[in-house]
């Protein structure tokens, strides 16, 4: 079965330096994978995706993110944070075989202080 | 462009009652997700639809959850009875096509509290 784990539950980081959210999958086939994001009270807004191609995904709002095929990873990165960047971030996977259901991981708060 | 429209955005019901939510998706997209969202876990895929025919409702609790597109457009979620466990947000993404690539565009979800 395919799954998708974000192992931080809560990202701290000061405005200005940079930032990593993490996520590692599974899947059955080849995977591709999304980056979502979430503010309070609003549905999810789709930040970068991974289909095929160059590793190094450039997303919305300055994100970016890599695909580590031997690692099984698509870590969210942001080179300079802003304090509005803070919200509810959420990796998603999808096989290219096997199950047609997408998965989410369970979300990483990214809080970053000014 | 418009995008994906619910309503109620906030319901309280007690247990066995009933309750129904709505989404209109982009216009065009074909295919249209409903998601549970529980406080604390990542959304979970109920039911997608594409035009009106059902892809894939495998984790849609059939015994009291209905959900339909009738006319391919919008769609209604039905909860009868509900169960405190169904407190949670509800929400609607839709999409063009529908394939495993594309991106979902989310509504901003119902927020569902059971007493």
């Known amino acids: 079965a395919q799954s998708v784990a974000q192992p931080e539950d809560q990202v701290n980081v000061a405005e200005g330096n940079p930032l990593t959210v993490k996520c590692t999958y599974s899947?059955?086939?080849?995977?591709?994978l999304f980056w979502y994001v979430q503010y309070p009270n609003r549905g999810l807004q789709f930040l970068l995706k991974y289909i095929t191609g160059d590793n190094l995904v450039k997303g919305s709002y300055g994100f970016e993110a890599e695909f580590n095929k031997s690692q099984t990873s698509f870590h969210l990165k942001k080179p300079s944070a802003l304090v509005s960047d803070s919200a509810l971030y959420f990796c998603?996977?999808?096989?290219?075989?096997?199950?047609?259901?997408?998965?989410f991981g369970r979300g990483t708060s990214l809080i970053v202080h000014p | 462009e418009a995008g994906v429209a619910q309503s109620p955005r906030y319901k309280i019901i007690e247990k066995r009652q009933s309750v129904a939510f709505w989404c209109n998706p982009i216009s065009g997209h074909a295919t249209l997700y409903w998601y549970q969202q529980i406080l604390g876990q990542g959304p979970k895929l109920l039911i997608q639809f594409q035009n009106n025919g059902v892809v894939d409702d495998s984790q849609l609790p059939k015994d009291r959850f209905s959900a339909e597109r009738l006319k391919g457009v919008d769609s209604t979620l039905k909860i009868q009875p509900a169960k405190l466990e169904d407190s949670a947000v509800y929400l609607c993404?839709?999409?063009?096509?529908?394939?495993?690539?594309?991106?979902?565009?989310f509504g901003p979800g119902t927020r569902l509290l059971v007493l």
């Open positions: 993404a839709s999409s063009p096509i529908g394939n495993r690539q594309e991106t979902q565009y």
């Open positions: 998603a996977v999808r096989d290219t075989g096997g199950s047609y259901i997408p998965t």
């Open positions: 899947v059955s086939g080849n995977p591709y």
